[in-house]
């Protein structure tokens, strides 16, 4: 390799990794106190939109066009978690330069799907529901714009991701398809969600943050580390037990304790599919219990005791081990569940 190709090779490398840090940053900030600033500085924060090649998109006709030359008529939306950007999708582990990047689902299944990617960017320090209801509106706006007519639509979440789906899809009237309101007919071209790695159940690491600040706030001296933990986003508050609709938390102290969900919605015409991570294959009693090292298996399949209760019937989750939860956003096996799921069957 020549200096000059070495050196652009290098330079290359920098400016991804300086690119994915400043990404990491600005997701870890709208995880952290997104909703504060919201408040206080709404023209700084990120609103629910599309991202393409590191910039937004706008959701225009024009726009639309311009950033998707090659539009299909299927879209494949992906959905990023908590303290991520849409950058993450092309997250594929840490190398000896740092974070490596790979293709990612949408790129991987774009032919054989013919679908074309959106990748959405939102404030995941607002409540779920909020960012659940924005989803509704821009992906409205998107399918009445697109270059060409959409005859199918599949999202997917990844941990918070998978809740904001859900939660959308939960806020559009359980009515006839014929009879949905013009700004929410688009919601009858949804065939598939898929969850992966989702907290439908809520996160312990969550709930363990909430019983410290509570712990914290009895002692006269601690009561300022108690304020610290508690400044944390309505955003994080909601994954303590999976919130997704306004009625879950309105009404109620954010940092109280108790499951105040309401009742699940059955499941509907669309098909609702879980990819489950776990550190440890079969069903040993460790990787139940501490699933992919963020959400537990239990969790992540929104197990109920009455199977019609979950989001999700038993042949529609796919058990991936051994894998922690940040591998689920680009990983060899997770794609070949998607192309299982999401292709037509072969002869």
């Known amino acids: ?27 870890a900030v709208h995880g952290l106190v997104g909703d504060s600033l919201h408040r206080a500085a709404p023209i700084v924060t990120t609103r629910m939109e599309l991202r393409a090649a590191g910039r937004r998109v706008r959701a225009t006709r024009s726009g639309l066009a311009r950033a ?8 494949l939306v992906l959905v990023h978690g908590l303290f991520e950007t849409e950058a993450v999708w092309s997250f594929a582990g840490i190398g000896r330069h740092g974070v490596r990047t790979a293709p990612t689902y949408g790129d991987a299944l774009a032919d054989e799907l013919g679908s074309t990617a959106l990748m959405v960017r939102y404030d995941t320090g607002l409540r779920v529901s909020d960012n659940g209801a924005a989803l509704l509106e821009l992906l409205g706006t998107v399918v009445r714009r697109w270059p060409v007519e959409v005859g199918r639509i599949v999202l997917v979440g990844h941990s918070m991701g998978g809740l904001v789906i859900h939660s959308a899809l939960a806020q559009v009237p359980d009515v006839p398809v014929d009879e949905l309101p013009d ?3 688009w919601t009858r071209l949804v065939t598939d969600t898929v969850s992966l790695g989702a907290p439908h159940h809520g996160a312990p690491l969550e709930r363990a943050v909430a019983s410290a600040a509570a712990a914290l706030d009895r002692g006269r001296r601690t009561r300022w580390a108690a304020a610290v933990l508690r400044a944390r986003s309505v955003g994080i508050k909601d994954m303590r037990h999976g919130n997704l609709l306004e009625a879950d938390w309105s009404g109620h102290d954010p940092d109280h304790p108790a499951d105040t969900r309401s009742p699940g919605r059955p499941r509907g015409r669309v098909r609702h599919r879980a990819v489950v991570g ?17 959400v537990p298996v239990a969790s992540a399949r929104h197990e109920s005791p009455e199977e019609s209760l979950s989001r999700f019937a038993a042949e529609d989750v796919a058990v991936v081990a051994p894998l922690h939860h940040l591998t689920l956003v680009n990983d060899d096996r997770v794609l070949e569940v998607l192309r299982s799921w999401l292709l037509p069957p072969t002869d």
Do not use: K, N, Q, Y
Not at 1 to 16: C, F, N, P, T
Not at 68 to 75: C, E, G, M, Q, V
Not at 278 to 294: A, E, M, Q, W
């Open 1 to 27: 390799m020549s200096e000059d190709a070495s050196a652009s090779e290098v330079a290359r490398l920098a400016a991804g990794a300086i690119r994915a840090a400043a990404l990491t940053g600005v997701g």
């Open 68 to 75: 998707f030359p090659s539009a299909r008529p299927t879209l």
């Open 278 to 294: 776990s550190l440890t294959r079969g069903d040993h009693p460790v990787g139940r219990t501490i699933g992919d090292l963020v």
């Open 183 to 185: 700004e929410l007919a």
